[in-house]
């Protein structure tokens, strides 16, 4: 059974501040990664992918890559309210999602 | 790029009927769709895989012959939820996979189906 688990949460952090969502997966072959973001009631955005070692960054937001730790990680530097939705971690090209981590940014 | 659209955006029916939902992708030729479904406070469920001019194929646990998808073309998939009971009130979500700029498969999502049955 192919797993992917987040860090649960939820996770509050403080406006401004680098919030910091984890996830591994169970899958050695996995060759894709995908961090989603979704606000209540909305369906998932698609944020990041990375596919190779290291770190990918895009704007405010960087996806770290471990492939022989099987972790995935997202950052979300100077967070602010609007950053606020619960975040899916996916693996794979026929997704396999994490349960998602609940993030909260407190003005 | 990579827009997906969904009709209607929500719907209320009475238990014993029939809805459709559309899935279209905007602006690029999908190789896949897939349909999910969210219940609240959970995360997304696969329920089927379609391509086009293809069955799809349904994931453990999903009754094909209540959801039945229909993959018309490369731009459009169909979610019919048949004779419809309370217990399939839920978020109905597809996704659209390309393959962006040679890299791995990629999903981008629908705006969701808010499916209420009375």
């Known amino acids: 059974q192919k797993e992917v688990e987040q860090n649960s949460g939820p996770l509050s952090v403080p406006e401004g501040a680098i919030a910091s969502l984890n996830c591994t997966y169970s899958d050695r072959g996995s060759q894709s990664f995908f961090w989603y973001r979704q606000y209540s009631g909305k369906s998932p955005e698609l944020i990041m992918s990375i596919y190779s070692n290291g770190d990918k960054e895009d704007g405010r937001f960087t996806a770290q890559l471990n492939k022989a730790s099987q972790y995935v990680s997202l950052l979300i530097r100077d967070s602010q309210p609007s950053d606020s939705a619960t975040y899916l971690c996916?693996?794979?090209?026929?997704?396999?999602f994490g349960q998602g981590t609940e993030l909260s940014v407190k003005p | 790029g990579a827009v997906v659209s969904q009709h209607p955006s929500r719907v209320i029916c009475k238990s014993g009927t029939s809805v459709k939902i559309e899935c279209r992708s905007l602006?690029?030729?999908?190789?896949?769709m897939f349909w999910y479904r969210q219940f609240p406070k959970q995360s997304l469920m696969l329920m089927a895989t379609?391509?086009?001019?293809?069955?799809?194929?349904?994931e453990q646990g999903v009754e094909k012959d209540k959801f039945l998808i229909n993959h018309a073309s490369l731009t459009l998939s169909t979610l019919t939820v048949t004779s419809a009971h309370p217990e399939d009130s839920s978020f109905y979500i597809c996704s659209a996979s390309i393959f962006p700029g040679g890299h791995q498969e990629t999903q981008y999502f629908g705006p969701g189906t808010r499916l209420l049955v009375l």
């Open positions: 379609s391509n086009e001019g293809s069955k799809a194929t349904y």
């Open positions: 996916a693996v794979g090209g026929k997704l396999i």
């Open positions: 602006d690029f030729q999908a190789t896949t």
